[in-house]
């Protein structure tokens, strides 16, 4: 089952101008949102990670916002630029030792000079 | 730290065979997990290993199953290949709930 749904396989923003990316959940025992990005032929890369004790972590150009209530969070990017185009997966993880990380099916950004 | 690497990086092989894929995680890193890529479906969750011990499993037939070592590596195997099972299979590891470091595949191919 998917419990980490990305529902828009791809999105295409102009250069400097905001991304976003979503990302909805199923789970409520996930505490703990992240986001990969990833390049073809490379394994994905760690970007930014927010707890659900928080609403909104920022990270340079990268903002992420959680909303627990509608169990949905996003990915904002800004300003966006050529080198983000990747493909961005959302990850989320529960509470105690069975941890595991579930992923979503993944968005493929393309950010158009 | 070097980071996780994974073999073979492409592999090839036909139906009813079976494969064994390899991880080597980060060092110190006790938590690894296998991953399944395949178009329109992310990466779906084969299974996590914590100290030689199988802690979360996710939803694939038998065939596929997996073992850590004491010095953490861990392998995947695959028995009784079928078309489907082609894909990307990434590793990854993490200290304990931190974000996961992931290796760069190895790429499957089923004929």
């Known amino acids: 089952d998917q419990q980490v749904k990305q529902n828009s396989p791809s999105l295409s923003v102009q250069e400097g101008r905001i991304s976003i990316l979503n990302c909805d959940y199923t789970?409520?025992?996930?505490?703990?949102f992240l986001w990969y990005k990833k390049y073809p032929a490379e394994g994905p890369t760690f970007l930014i990670s927010i707890s659900s004790i928080k609403d909104k972590n920022e990270d340079g150009r990268f903002t992420v916002f959680l909303n627990k209530s509608a169990k949905h969070l996003s990915l904002h990017i800004v300003p966006s630029q050529p080198g983000d185009s990747a493909v961005y997966f959302c990850a989320a993880s529960g509470a105690g030792n069975n941890n595991d990380m579930r992923f979503g099916a993944g968005t493929r950004l393309t950010v158009k000079p | 730290k070097a980071g996780v690497t994974q073999t073979p990086r492409y592999l090839i092989k036909t139906r009813g065979q079976q494969v064994t894929l390899s991880c080597s995680p980060i060092?110190?890193?006790?938590?690894v997990s296998w991953y399944q890529q395949t178009p329109g479906q992310g990466l779906q969750f084969l299974f996590e290993?914590?100290?030689?011990?199988?802690?979360n499993k996710g939803n694939f037939p038998g065939r596929f199953s997996g073992r850590q070592f004491s010095n953490s590596r861990s392998e995947m195997n695959v028995s009784t290949l079928e078309l489907g099972d082609s894909a990307l299979y990434l590793c990854?590891?993490?200290?304990?709930?931190?974000?996961?470091?992931f290796g760069p595949g190895t790429r499957l191919t089923v004929t």
């Open positions: 060092s110190g890193h006790r938590s």
């Open positions: 290993y914590f100290s030689e011990t199988q802690r």
């Open positions: 789970n409520s025992m996930f505490d703990y």
């Open positions: 990854a590891s993490r200290a304990d709930r931190d974000e996961q470091y």
